[in-house]
C-alpha cells in the first residue's frame, strides 16, 4: 500500500473544509485508516462504527485484540448516539477539561460502535483532542474515530510524522502531517463509572487537576503494585520500548556513571538519559537530554522522541535518570517504567 501524507499547517483558517483534511476525511469514510496529530502523540484513526476500519489499526500496529481503543469526538453531542449515561462528575471533567488530553471512561449503549474497538467491554473510553486538525478531520468525516497511538505496538509512541512514516509506512492509507505534537505523552484515563472516579492511566492531566473539578479521585491499584490486575487492559502491557535494554537508576550521577564505565569495559555502546541540567555531567557513547528537570511538561514532550533517538544510535544499553512521581512526572515515570520493563538500579 502507498501511505500518502497530507501536509496540513495546524495554523490555517478553515481547516474543515481544507483540502487535504477533506481527502484524510473520505479515507475514514471508506473504512481506511489515516494517522493524524493529536495534542499528545499522532493517533492512527479509523471509522469506530466499522469493524472492518478497526480490524486495519489493530493489523496495522499489531496490537493485541483484548486492548480496546479510544474514541475521538468533535464535540459532545456525538456522545448521545454510544454513550448510556453521563455522570454528573463526567460532565464536570468534560466541561473543565474538554477539548484536551483526558480520556474518560462511560458505560456504552450497545450495538452502535464496532465490538472490536471496544474489546467487548460494556464502557467505552472517549475523548475530545485539543488540536486544530484532529478536529477539523474529526468534524468534516462527521464519525466517531478510534484512535490509539500511531506506532507499531511495543514502541514508543510518535510525537511527530516522521515517527509514524519510520512504523507504519506502506500499512496504512495516510499520515497528516501537522507538525510535532506538543504534551508529548498520552491522555490520562479516568474511569467515571464508579462514584468515584479513578484514574486508570496517569497522562496530560495531573492527579491534582483532576480533584481540583470533583474532589477525591482514586487511582488504579495496578499502576503502584505490580501484582494488581489494571482496570485499563492495555497497561498490562510492555510499551514505549526502545531496542536496548534500559535500566531506570535511582541514585547520584557518580553512581549512574560508575554503571556506564563497567559496560563500557564490556565493549558496549552504552546511552544515557539525562536532563538539559546533567547533560554536561556524564561520559557515555550517547548522551541525550530529555527537557529541563526543573520544567516536567519538556521532559513529557521529548521522552519518547528521544527514546526513539536511542534506536538510531545503536545502542546496546540505556540507563536514563528517574523523576518525581508528581504532576506530570506521574505520566513520565508511569512511561519509563513500562519502557524499561520495570528495570530499576537503586543506589
Ligand atoms: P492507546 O490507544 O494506546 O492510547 O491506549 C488506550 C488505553 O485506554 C489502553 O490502556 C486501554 O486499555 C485503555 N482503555 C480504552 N478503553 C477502555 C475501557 N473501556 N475501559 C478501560 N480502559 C480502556
Ligand atoms: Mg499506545
Known amino acids: 500500500m502507498n501511505t500518502k501524507v497530507w501536509k496540513v499547517d495546524k495554523y490555517v483558517d478553515n481547516l474543515e473544509n481544507n483540502p487535504q483534511v477533506v481527502d484524510a476525511a473520505n479515507f475514514l469514510r471508506d473504512n481506511e485508516v489515516v494517522a493524524l496529530p493529536t495534542e499528545t502523540v499522532y493517533g492512527l484513526g479509523g471509522n469506530a462504527e466499522s469493524d472492518e ?16 481503543l479510544i474514541i475521538h469526538i468533535a464535540g459532545k453531542k456525538q456522545l448521545r448516539s454510544f454513550v448510556a449515561e453521563i455522570p454528573e462528575k463526567a460532565e464536570r471533567l468534560m466541561e473543565a477539561f474538554w477539548p484536551g488530553p483526558l480520556t474518560i471512561i462511560l458505560k ?4 452502535v460502535l464496532s465490538e472490536t474497538a471496544t474489546a467487548g467491554l460494556a464502557t467505552v473510553g472517549v475523548r475530545m483532542p485539543d488540536h486544530p486538525v484532529a478536529l477539523a478531520l474529526l468534524k468534516s468525516c462527521g464519525l466517531p474515530i478510534a484512535a490509539p497511538s500511531a506506532n507499531s505496538s511495543g514502541k514508543p509512541s510518535p510525537t511527530n510524522a516522521d515517527h509514524v512514516i519510520d512504523d507504519l509506512n506502506g500499512k496504512i492509507a495516510g499520515v497528516i502531517d501537522g507538525g510535532a505534537t506538543g504534551i508529548g505523552v498520552e491522555s490520562t484515563v479516568v474511569d467515571c463509572t464508579e462514584a468515584i472516579p479513578v484514574i486508570l492511566r496517569p497522562g496530560g492531566v495531573t492527579k491534582e487537576q483532576l480533584e481540583s473539578v470533583v474532589g477525591e479521585v482514586h487511582v488504579d491499584a495496578a499502576l503502584t503494585d505490580e501484582a494488581a490486575r489494571p482496570k485499563a487492559p492495555g497497561m498490562k502491557y510492555r510499551h514505549y520500548a526502545p531496542n536496548a535494554p534500559l535500566y531506570m537508576v535511582s541514585g547520584t550521577a557518580n553512581f549512574l556513571q560508575n554503571l556506564v564505565e563497567e559496560k563500557r569495559q564490556e565493549g558496549l555502546r552504552v546511552g544515557v538519559l539525562t536532563t538539559e541540567e546533567n547533560a554536561g555531567v556524564f561520559e557515555a557513547d550517547v548522551v541525550l537530554a530529555c527537557g529541563k528537570r526543573t520544567e516536567l511538561e519538556t521532559v513529557a514532550t521529548s521522552l519518547y522522541d528521544t527514546l526513539r533517538r536511542f534506536n538510531q544510535e545503536k545502542v546496546d544499553v ?28 537503586v543506589e
Not at 456504552?108 to 450495538?111: F, R, W, Y
Not at 523523576?323 to 513500562?338: E, Y
Open 108 to 111: 456504552k449503549i450497545d450495538g
Open 53 to 68: 476500519a478497526v480490524r486495519k489499526i489493530f493489523a496495522a500496529k499489531g496490537r493485541p485484540s483484548d486492548n480496546p
Open 318 to 345: 540505556i540507563y536514563s535518570e528517574v523523576f518525581p512521581n508528581t504532576g506530570v512526572g506521574h505520566a513520565i515515570m508511569n512511561r519509563l517504567q513500562k519502557a524499561a520493563g520495570n528495570k530499576l538500579i
